[in-house]
């Protein structure tokens, strides 16, 4: 397979381009080397941009399709940037039995994205993961990597409020 | 090596490595199956081929599992049905209950299987994906709550076309067919050559099905509708109306297409006749006088097209600009059909059925698809949408007397019918350029030029004319044609002589007899079939050169001029950009 012809990479900036081909050159002989890549990209920037994989699949001469099955398959690569604040919603089986999932919908209703989404704003990324191992705070959150435990749904509210006076005060410093 | 074993009470020896299921068909035992597809390899993804082996307990996948020596096969019997129908109903349980207002309803292997089983109500709730469909490209409709997960529309669109426009993204229960990177097909890679939508055995990806617009057409007293029909057409057809593939339909079509309404038939065989003295004459201006680059490169599948347009825009140089016949004949139905018979240009209809997806997209190719100053061709229905408007139209279709096409456009030879086989436009083209070479026709024991015949996916050959040889090669199956492309670049980058004068791409497996619009169910047998079908007609037409198709002489006399030039370099060629592979 011949990959991409032009259009996104012309105007793609020359720091990517030359992220790209450094890591090609370091990975070339290496076994695996798509994902160790793709590590590298993502450490890079917080998650994969469409534009670097374009960028791979043309110099690994490999199709997209191929980067994104691998993208899509390990649940630790992302496709978007994340908001500046990470709310996590636990969803091990003590936290679901306490009620996880009323924690996740009024977030999804809160915010108005769902689950693995960012606000429009970037200011919110929402997510769930298996167990954070903190059963005995079940159900747990982590906000911005501090862990809280023992919620209701209604706390919700007043997290999100505070977060949004923080970023108001920053703004107006 | 060979193994023998039995399967229920009955004995079968097959070479080793044959699968348990096609084993079961020598002795006509059918296993129900859902994912697997002749064409490709086993996906093992649906478990309804289980059989019992007589040793262990296990149940193996007939599809995915080779006979043994002595095995002793149980296909069905009660725990084996039971456990089928469990796996069907729990499929079932994701698959919306929608057959009515499918277009795959009637003709689908899903709802096959569910009638087989005699599934009569739901046992599990169903759950169902509500992602939106997809319908960007226009040639097809991608449901993903229908997806079943088989991997044929992957397999086929990655092995087979080596296009990678779809793929399987995330894993486990959320696994889901999509198009590259996750973007619409129409960003994808995509060529629409509708593979994939042949090889699903669902409702997941069909045709976009226009067979309305065409009734609406119809019915519209300000439209003259004129028709053609592709070679490839006939000798399918008959097999949505339960005929064997190959039957050659090609009077009852016409008789059929009259009574829908259409106030003029053509044959866009008739086209191909004139697409073959288009190309062979350009063929003949660079190799004899050296006007052009070599390889000459077929451009008649827009599937091709698209493909190359893509991925080796340098070679653009090499394609010929000669348009397919379809676009060919809809040039000259706008322009010379109106001129001849006085009736307004501006009021003609041109509706085109052909075996192919990608020929919806073809229609808005380039400006030059308009070269009458309107759309040349209006409206492209595949073989499967065709047959669907004849069942609307409650003509009895297999009981029609046989008619003629209209003699104008209509007269076709034995060499612009085998266009619609792989190798049949490079047979085709021969047998004129030998004509233009050397004055003469080839000898009757040499007009059949066999090594370029047959479903191998990649035929050479060296064909002698005069005191040259010209060196062909031929490929369908767009996966073949890479490797025959890296050599042509190599030798072209180097400044040597091409590895070939002339070569013949299609992009589906088998050429358009094999096209993604054609009737359900293709594998290589009926591929083969409807091959035959096309041979045996050119087999015994007095007619088998291109060059001598009266109404070709006739459209050039009165109309073309001559060929490459004029009115025939305007209205029957075109141009070729590239065009960038993923557009997100
Ligand atoms: S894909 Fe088949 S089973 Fe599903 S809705 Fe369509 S016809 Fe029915
Ligand atoms: S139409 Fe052809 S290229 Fe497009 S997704 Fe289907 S198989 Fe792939
Ligand atoms: S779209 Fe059709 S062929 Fe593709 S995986 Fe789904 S059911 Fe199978
Ligand atoms: S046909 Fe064998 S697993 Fe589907």
Redesign the pocket.
């Known amino acids: 397979m011949e990959a991409a012809t032009l259009p996104p990479l012309e105007e793609m900036d020359e720091t990517t381009r030359d992220e790209i081909e450094t890591s090609v050159a370091k990975w070339k002989d290496a076994e695996g080397n798509l994902i160790m890549i793709l590590h590298e990209i993502q450490n890079r920037h917080g998650y994969v941009p469409r534009a670097s994989s374009l960028l791979l699949a043309r110099e690994m001469n490999i199709p997209l399709a191929r980067i994104y099955e691998v993208l899509t398959f390990y649940h630790y690569f992302r496709l978007v940037p994340q908001g500046d604040h990470n709310i996590t919603v636990c969803n091990g089986t003590a936290c679901y039995l306490k009620g996880s999932g009323r924690l996740l919908s009024e977030l999804e209703k809160q915010l108005g994205i769902k689950d693995g989404e960012t606000t429009e704003d970037r200011m919110f990324h929402l997510e769930t993961v298996r167990c954070i191992g903190c059963c005995g705070m079940a159900p747990a959150l982590v906000v911005d990597k501090k862990t809280i435990g023992k919620n209701s749904p209604m706390d919700i509210p007043p997290i999100l409020e505070k977060i949004r006076q923080q970023e108001k005060t920053h703004e107006d410093q | 090596m060979s193994v023998t074993a039995t399967i229920n009470g009955l004995e079968v020896t097959v070479p080793e490595g044959t699968s348990i299921l096609e084993a079961a068909r020598q002795v006509q035992v059918r296993i129900p ?4 597809h002749q064409d490709l390899f ?1 996906s ?6 289980i059989v019992k082996t007589g040793t262990g307990k296990k149940m193996p ?4 599992t080779a006979l043994e020596e002595g095995m002793d096969i149980t296909t069905h019997d009660a725990e084996l049905t039971e456990v089928r129908r469990a796996t069907l109903e729990l499929i079932l349980s994701n698959h919306p209950n929608a057959c009515q207002t499918c277009g795959r309803n009637g003709d689908c292997e899903l709802q096959d299987r569910a009638g087989e089983f005699g599934i009569r109500q739901d046992y599990l709730p169903r759950r169902v994906t509500d992602l939106p469909c997809d319908d960007s490209t226009g040639s097809l409709i991608l449901d993903f709550s229908k997806c079943i997960k088989c991997g044929r529309c992957v397999q086929v669109c990655q092995e087979v076309q080596n296009v990678w426009a779809l793929s399987f993204l995330d894993r486990g229960i959320n696994t889901r067919m999509a198009p590259a990177g996750d973007i619409t097909l129409a960003e994808s890679p995509c060529i629409r050559c509708g593979q994939c939508s042949a090889h699903c055995p669902t409702g997941a990806i069909v045709e976009n099905d226009e067979t309305a617009t065409v009734w609406e057409a119809l019915r519209d007293p300000g439209k003259i509708c004129t028709v053609q029909i592709a070679p490839s057409v006939r000798v399918a057809l008959g097999e949505a109306f339960g005929l064997p593939p190959g039957t050659n339909l090609t009077g009852k079509i016409y008789s059929a297409l009259r009574r829908l309404g259409f106030k003029a038939i053509f044959d866009t065989t008739f086209a191909a006749d004139l697409t073959i003295i288009e190309e062979a004459s350009e063929f003949v201006a660079r190799f004899v006088e050296g006007k052009g680059e070599l390889p000459l490169i077929t451009s008649c599948c827009p599937a091709w097209v698209d493909y190359l347009e893509k991925n080796f825009s340098d070679l653009i140089p090499l394609f010929s600009t000669a348009k397919s016949p379809q676009q060919m004949l809809g040039a000259l139905a706008k322009t010379y059909y109106p001129e001849k018979t006085g009736l307004p240009a501006d009021q003609i209809y041109q509706v085109s059925i052909m075996p192919c997806t990608a020929k919806k997209y073809e229609l808005e190719r380039t400006e030059e698809m308009q070269s009458s100053g309107r759309p040349d061709v209006d409206v492209v229905l595949t073989t499967r949408e065709f047959a669907r408007m004849i069942k609307q139209s409650g003509v009895d279709f297999l009981n029609l007397p046989d008619e003629k096409a209209d003699s104008l456009l209509g007269e076709y030879s034995g060499a612009g019918l085998i266009f619609g086989n792989t190798g049949g436009v490079m047979e085709a083209a021969l047998r004129t350029a030998f004509n233009k070479v050397t004055g003469e026709n080839l000898p009757p024991e040499g007009i059949n030029i066999t090594p370029v015949r047959g479903l191998e996916g990649i035929k050479t050959a060296t064909i002698p004319v005069a005191d040259t040889k010209v060196r062909v090669a031929v490929a369908h199956g767009l996966a073949n044609v890479e490797n025959l492309l890296l050599q042509v670049r190599e030798a072209r980058d180097q400044n040597k002589p091409p590895p070939w004068h002339f070569i013949e791409v299609m992009a589906c497996p088998g050429g358009c007899i094999g096209g993604g619009g054609q009737p359900y169910g293709v594998c290589n047998e009926v591929r083969q079939k409807r091959m035959q079908g096309l041979l045996d007609t050119d087999e015994k037409m007095a007619l088998r050169f291109s060059h001598e198709n009266p109404e070709i002489l006739q459209v050039y006399d009165e109309f073309l001029g001559e060929p490459l030039t004029g009115k025939a370099h305007e209205l029957l060629h075109t141009s070729y950009q590239p065009r960038p592979i993923y557009q997100k």
Not at chain 2, 44 to 49: E, K, N, V, W
Not at chain 2, 61 to 64: D, K, L, M, S, V
């Open positions: 199956t859902l994912c697997k086993p093992s993804a649906c478990g309804l081929c996948r007939a599809c995915a």
